[in-house]
C-alpha cells in the first residue's frame, strides 16, 4: 500500500551472450521507467533517431488489444505471456524516424536501440492523471 518506482536495466555490452542476435552491437546499460497502469496511453508518437544501427518497439499490452503501428495492424498471436498478468510483450524491429502506435486499449511501450558501445531504452510516453 506504499508507492512504488519499477525501473528496467539493460545490460552492458560484456553482460550480452555470444549468441546474442545483437552481434558486436550489443550496447551499453541503460535504465528505463515502467509506467503505472492508470498512466498508460492508447497512442504514441515518437522518433527514432538514425544514428544506432538496431531499433526496437516493445509493446506490453492485454492480449485481446487491437494494435496499429503506422497503421498497420500488429499481429500479438507471437506474444511472450507475462506470468501472473493477463498481458503480453512483443518486440518488434523499427526504422529510423517518426512512429505512432495506436490501441483500442491502453498499453506501454518502450522504445530500444543499441550499437556498438552505446544504447537506449526509453519509456515511450504517459499520461500523468492524478490519482
Known amino acids: 500500500d506504499e508507492p512504488l518506482l519499477v525501473v528496467g536495466l539493460l545490460g552492458g555490452q560484456d553482460l550480452v551472450q555470444a549468441d546474442s542476435p545483437f552481434g558486436t552491437r550489443a550496447g551499453d546499460p541503460s535504465l528505463f521507467l515502467v509506467p503505472p497502469d492508470r498512466q498508460l496511453r492508447r497512442d504514441?508518437?515518437?522518433?527514432?533517431?538514425?544514428?544506432?544501427?538496431l531499433d526496437?518497439?516493445?509493446?506490453v499490452?492485454?492480449?485481446?488489444?487491437?494494435?496499429?503501428?503506422?497503421?498497420?495492424?500488429?499481429?500479438?498471436?507471437g506474444a511472450a505471456p507475462i506470468p501472473g498478468t493477463a498481458r503480453v510483450f512483443l518486440h518488434l524491429p523499427l526504422g529510423d524516424g517518426g512512429h505512432r502506435v495506436t490501441g483500442d486499449g491502453p498499453f506501454a511501450i518502450r522504445v530500444t536501440a543499441f550499437d556498438d558501445f552505446v544504447s537506449y531504452a526509453l519509456t515511450g510516453g504517459l499520461d500523468l492523471r492524478k490519482p
Do not use: K
Request: hydrophobic content about 60%.
Open 61 to 77: 499490452a492485454a492480449a485481446d488489444t487491437a494494435l496499429a503501428l503506422d497503421g498497420e495492424p500488429v499481429d500479438l498471436a
Open 44 to 53: 504514441y508518437a515518437f522518433l527514432v533517431p538514425g544514428t544506432y544501427a
Open 56 to 59: 526496437f518497439l516493445t509493446v
